[in-house]
C-alpha cells in the first residue's frame, strides 16, 4: 500500500510563507499526477492544485499567483509552496496522488491520500 506523509504544517502570520512536503512511499507517481486539496473547519475539502509528472501545472483560482506546486521524482516528494497567505488559507492540507491524469480537480479520481497537515494563519 502506498503511503503518503505530508509535513511542513504550523502557524504562519497572515502575508508569511510556508512550504508543504509530501513524500511517497515508493516511485510509483513518477509518471501520474499528484495533487493538493485542503478542508477547512465546516468546509468540505477543495481543490488546491495539481502536477503532473511532466511538471505540467494547474491552480486554483484563490491560490493562483501565491502558492507554487513542484515535484522531485527521484525523491518520490511533492511540494507546495505558500505565500502571501491569508486566514482563509487555514486548513487541513492533504496530499493526494494517482497514476493518471485526467480530471484531475476531481478529489474522487485520486487513489492515494495523505493524513494531512494543519496549517494556521494568524492576523
Known amino acids: 500500500q502506498v503511503q503518503l506523509v505530508e509535513s511542513g504544517g504550523g502557524l504562519v502570520q497572515a502575508g508569511g510563507s510556508l512550504r508543504l512536503s509530501c513524500a511517497a512511499s515508493e516511485r510509483t507517481f513518477s509518471s501520474g499526477t499528484m495533487g493538493w486539496f485542503r478542508q477547512a473547519p465546516g468546509k468540505e475539502r477543495e481543490f488546491v492544485a495539481w502536477i503532473w509528472s511532466s511538471g505540467h501545472t494547474y491552480y486554483a483560482e484563490s491560490v493562483k499567483g501565491r502558492f507554487s506546486i513542484s515535484r522531485d521524482n527521484a525523491k518520490n516528494t511533492v511540494y507546495l509552496q505558500m505565500s502571501s497567505l491569508k486566514a482563509e488559507d487555514a486548513a487541513v492540507y492533504y496530499c493526494?496522488?494517482?497514476?493518471?491524469?485526467?480530471?484531475?480537480?476531481?478529489?474522487?479520481?485520486?487513489?492515494?491520500w495523505g493524513q494531512g497537515t494543519q496549517v494556521t494563519v494568524s492576523s
Open positions: 493526494a496522488a494517482k497514476n493518471s491524469f485526467g480530471d484531475s480537480l476531481n478529489e474522487d479520481s485520486y487513489e492515494f
